[in-house]
């Protein structure tokens, strides 16, 4: 076996009888020892980053005991079996209608939703019912159907772009400026027309953490309804914000509480304090999901509606929302995120307080932000170069270009999540500092920027 294409063996299995190198690329012929299997993967994955210093993702990274032996007790059921296990499917529906009334649904209780794998596929549910229903409309009346548009930021997630792009659905971006951080409704009346399925206002955007301000863009709507008859609907993309707000900024109102917003949808394994896996989306009333997109199966004696892309998946993520949602409670919930969004506005502090930096937001919205260099501090070093020195002290802190109109911007942003606590932020800073005093030091330009990219 060439040394490329063979997975070095700890000598420690180098026993007689025991494998003690293993073909990387092909099954082994031969079986091993579970414990040498074991030790095998473990030993590998010991490489990987450490995920309570990536401040990347905004993905759960911890949970406490009892919720990993949930996971573990649950691991073997498929969410989809609802015949086999009707308690975890009774425990989804729950857990879905707990979050239409946490979003001011008019009627949480007779609404529709579902649990997905993550945001991404809870937005692509979204945006296909988006579509339906204008298809519908469209073909109802006797016109074309065949020219849908979705307006949205050019600061959106990549999951839009592939909605548009998996869907057939013509993507109309609206351009982030200095003067307008985020889609804010100016303007939207030379991007929206008749093909317009719907608006996506994102509650927490990727790049930066901050809100899109959903009352103006829905009275934006308002006004393009009166002025052109144009009834166009709005979905919020709450992936991280829509478990933010209700209990940082209950008086901020982006939710069902706008008639416009037909749909919202959100990550349990970010702000719902779930590990990966969990996504939810649910519809302000049930006649906004096209009957004609929906499957029936009976179960739990009744007609249980499932509407979702993939088929099999595992249940115990849903069981971890609900676990959360009764650990935790609405006081809980508060406290936790409460305490992330003061990590998240000291640490902007501090970082907005140090000369070479200017922040672009303060974490005040989800526990995120983001900053850039200081025009002018230097022409030395980048925010990528800032990267790569805290990446060699295990901190994930990603640079990257701000999107359109933007693109030549970078900028760089930390996601706070629940595990990243003062004592963390204290060396994070310290880290900080003595990595740009070392930048700083530094003789003459560094090589060509380095792209870090940035984590969703
Ligand atoms: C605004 C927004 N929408 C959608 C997504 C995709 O979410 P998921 O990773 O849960 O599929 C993200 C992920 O960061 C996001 O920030």
Known sequence: MSLESAVAVNPMFARPGEAAELERYRMPAESMLPETAYQIVHDEVMLDGNSRLNLATFVGTWMDEHATRLYAEGCDKNMIDKDEYPQTAAIEDRCWKMLAHLWHAPDPLHTIGT??????????????????????????????????????????????????????????????????????????????????????????????????????????????????????????????????????QPGLEWDFRIPRVHSINTSGHKYGLVYPGLGWVVWRTADLLPEDLIFKVSYLGGDMPTFALNFSRPGTQVLLQYYQFLRLGRDGYRAVQRASQEVAQHLARQIGAMDAFELWNDGSDIPVFAWRLKPGYTDKWTLYDLSERLRAKGWQVPAYPMPDDLADMTVQRIVVRNGLGMDLAGALLDDIRDAVAYLDRLEGPLPAERQSGFHH
């Open 115 to 248: 649990s997905t794998v993550g945001s991404s596929e809870a937005c692509m549910l979204g945006g296909l019912a988006l579509k339906r229903r204008w298809q519908q409309a469209r073909r109802g009346t006797g016109r074309p159907a065949d020219k849908p548009n979705l307006v949205m930021s050019s600061a959106v997630q990549v999951v839009w772009e592939k909605f548009c792009n998996y869907w057939d659905v013509e993507p109309r971006f609206v351009p982030i400026s200095e003067d307008h951080k985020t889609l804010d409704g100016h303007d939207l009346a030379a991007y929206v027309d008749e093909n317009t399925i719907g608006v996506v206002a994102i509650l927490g955007v990727t790049y930066t953490g901050m809100y899109e301000p959903v009352k103006a863009i829905a009275a934006s709507l308002d006004q393009i309804q009166a002025d052109t008859g144009l009834d166009i609907p709005l979905h919020v993309d709450g992936a991280s914000g829509a478990m933010i707000a209700p209990f940082l």
